[in-house]
């Protein structure tokens, strides 16, 4: 009788060991990519082409039809025999790649030459030359190179947003108004991201900040492209030296600029990538806006909950404040609580999870924006007590300094003037 079990006679990790003797790039399981090809884009930008090896192939781009626009990979460096990691958007989608000029290739690629041919197996990363690995990267890595990569993710995606608006699926059902803000190498997840927004017939809205002129912006031609081929498709790209491509005369994010785009923002998700004076700005503005009385903000609270933005790295205070998560649970379980007392205020609560959750979960409402450390906009002064930055690890004084209650959590008893 056929039981459907069929025995795999050679481990794929043996095949796996002999094939890495023969060949670094041959591997069944784990993802590598290969340098191919490398194009200046601006000052600021530099495109950086792989190809996968099989298992990178079949795990990113044959299986459900390849990443979401959006996503990163985190890709492993050795520079003088120390390894380091680093995360990077993949720019476009799998079935629409971001092709380098044919010319450029030429010159830098000869040898691989019929690998951009490959609809199927090209991945693009964009990175600002600035550090060790992306200098390596950038400028020195020979082409040839092969890493060690992540499989591609990260939940800066469309399906973020349908999960934004209330668990309902309106993304995927109804067009919907989507704006997307960058600000200089920011704007390299968005060319994946506006594609399939674009495929999806949603209303696309790019704003751009640069302080490049409008010939030099990134992915220019892509973006005339879609701008052709879709009418719901705006852009705007601001030079912040070059008054003449200033959004309402201003060559920052405003309250004014946001306003002049004319889109239904109370129904609007808001995706950003840029600098943290960037999302300040946006936090700002969209604060200012629904505090403002405006008949078209019916669900005023929802402004702010409609913004999405994009952040590598650290996320343990994600893991310290996620009530869902099994590490989240040890982790509280590992700090005693503490008293937190509002000055300004008289209030107090006890709390072992950040100043800010804290407070709401004792029913205080305190300000916030992005939760993330970003924007600022939870700051405030301390006025004693010892708080522990779950960002950077910091430990603080016990004197009187600023502090961002989204990601400290208390250490002894705490006075905050509020
Ligand atoms: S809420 Fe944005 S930094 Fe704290």
Redesign the pocket.
């Given at each position: 009788m056929a039981t459907g079990y069929r025995p795999e006679i050679i481990q794929r990790a043996f095949v796996d060991f002999i094939g890495s003797r023969l060949h670094p790039f041959w591997s069944l399981t784990r993802p590598k990519l290969r340098l191919i090809a490398r194009q200046v884009l601006n000052d600021d930008l530099v495109a950086v082409q792989f190809e996968g090896n099989h298992a990178f192939k079949r795990q990113a781009l044959d299986s459900d039809g390849g990443w979401h626009g959006g996503q990163h990979i985190n890709l492993t460096v050795v520079i003088d025999a120390i390894y380091h990691q680093r995360y990077y958007s993949l720019v476009g989608l799998p079935k629409q790649p971001f092709y380098l000029q044919s010319d450029i290739d030429n010159s830098e690629n000869s040898e691989n030459s019929e690998n951009k041919q490959s609809q199927s197996n090209i991945v693009t990363i964009a990175i600002k030359p600035q550090g060790l690995v992306s200098n390596y990267l950038t400028q020195q890595a020979p082409l040839g190179t092969i890493f060690d990569s992540s499989l591609p993710d990260g939940d800066f995606t469309l399906a973020q947003a349908k999960l934004d608006t209330q668990g309902a699926n309106h993304l995927s059902s109804t067009p919907s108004s989507l704006l997307f803000i960058a600000g200089g190498s920011g704007i390299t997840p968005m060319l994946g991201l506006i594609t399939q927004a674009l495929s999806q017939s949603h209303t696309v809205t790019l704003l751009y900040y640069s302080r490049m002129p409008l010939a030099e912006t990134p992915f220019l031609k892509h973006w005339q492209q879609l701008k052709d081929s879709y009418p719901n498709f705006t852009y705007h790209f601001i030079d912040t030296e070059d008054p003449d491509s200033y959004l309402v005369g201003t060559r920052h994010l405003s309250v004014e600029s946001l306003l002049a785009l004319n889109l239904p923002l109370e129904n609007t998700q808001i995706f950003v990538c840029g600098s943290q004076a960037l999302?300040?700005g946006l936090?700002d503005a969209v604060q200012t806006i629904t505090s403002l009385d405006m008949d078209s903000l019916k669900d005023k609270c929802s402004l702010r909950d409609n913004i999405i933005f994009e952040r590598f790295g650290n996320l343990s205070h994600e893991l310290a404040i996620d009530d869902n998560s099994h590490n989240t649970d040890n982790a509280k379980d590992d700090i005693a609580k503490q008293t937190v007392y509002l000055r300004g205020r008289q209030r107090q609560f006890d709390t072992n999870t950040t100043l800010?959750i804290g407070a709401e979960q004792a029913g205080i409402t305190l300000?916030?924006?992005?939760?993330?450390?970003?924007?600022?906009?939870?700051?405030c002064n301390k006025a004693s007590g010892v708080v522990k930055n779950i960002e950077t690890g910091k430990i603080s004084s016990n004197g009187y300094e600023s502090i961002?209650?989204?990601?400290n959590i208390a250490m002894t008893d705490v006075v905050l003037d509020i």
């Open positions: 999302l300040a936090y800010l300000s916030y924006g992005c939760r993330q450390g970003i924007c600022q906009l939870c700051r961002q209650t989204c990601i």
